[in-house]
């Protein structure tokens, strides 16, 4: 009789197991996300200019040699930080669960959720800072300054269709508007802590200054005989 065949181990190590990615490829993407964390932290810290090469190889704990393997020089790595923030304030723009309630609960809802990210998010805040500052990549800061607004374009052309906006409203200096407001009060939080004497970390403060936002902001667009109306919504807090 002969002998029954035997699984060799190559079978039984792939059988049900979902194949894993080669270990110098896994490795190479850990190292590059290290780098690119360890320079953004210090990029928001000291600014381009202050940040040198070697001493994001040597917080990072890796091989000068390797960052410029993967980066090529500070630029890119610069470059690569931004990118990083963009696509983080650039997922707010994915569509949101805004429903239909109407232009002006739904222009409410997205500069709730701008604000909300723009407080929860002091190093992008920096980075923006800083290269407004710098001026190295105008461009990007531009795209960066618009991203996680773009749905209230939308909102706010339907608005003007319906009658709900003032009809001469341009849309682009209203996104803009909303991304100064929301991002001034976190770009200066060391004054206006010292001027007011309170922590802009405060749920009950940051729920005043967004108060204050959309008050502002919904007066400026709203007709004249719609601010009595619907005004008050955004004072009160609305739909959170």
Known sequence: MNPSPTRTPASKATHGH?????????????TRSKLLATA????????????????????????????????????????????????????????????????VAEAEAIIR??????????????????????GRSGEMLARMLAAGLEDLHEVVRKGKRQGAFRKDLDEDKIALSVSALCIGYFSRRAMLEALWGRDL????????????????????ILPEQGKTKEAPRARSGGSR
């Open 40 to 103: 953004e932290r210090l990029f928001v810290e000291k600014g381009f200019d202050g940040t040198r090469i070697d001493e994001i190889a040597e917080q990072a704990g890796i091989n000068k040699r390797m960052l410029y393997v993967y980066f090529g020089n500070k630029e890119q790595v610069y470059a690569e930080v931004l990118r990083s923030c963009f696509e983080r304030v650039l997922a707010l723009s994915k569509p949101a669960d805004l429903g239909d309630r109407g232009p």
């Open 18 to 30: 979902k194949p894993q990615p080669p270990r110098r490829k896994r490795d190479a993407t850990a």
């Open 201 to 220: 970390s405060s749920p009950d403060l940051r729920q005043e200054l967004l108060d204050h936002i959309l008050s502002l902001v919904m007066h400026g």
């Open 113 to 134: 959720r701008y604000f909300a990210f723009v407080a929860d998010h002091p190093q992008i805040v920096r980075m923006i800072g800083w290269e407004s500052l710098g």
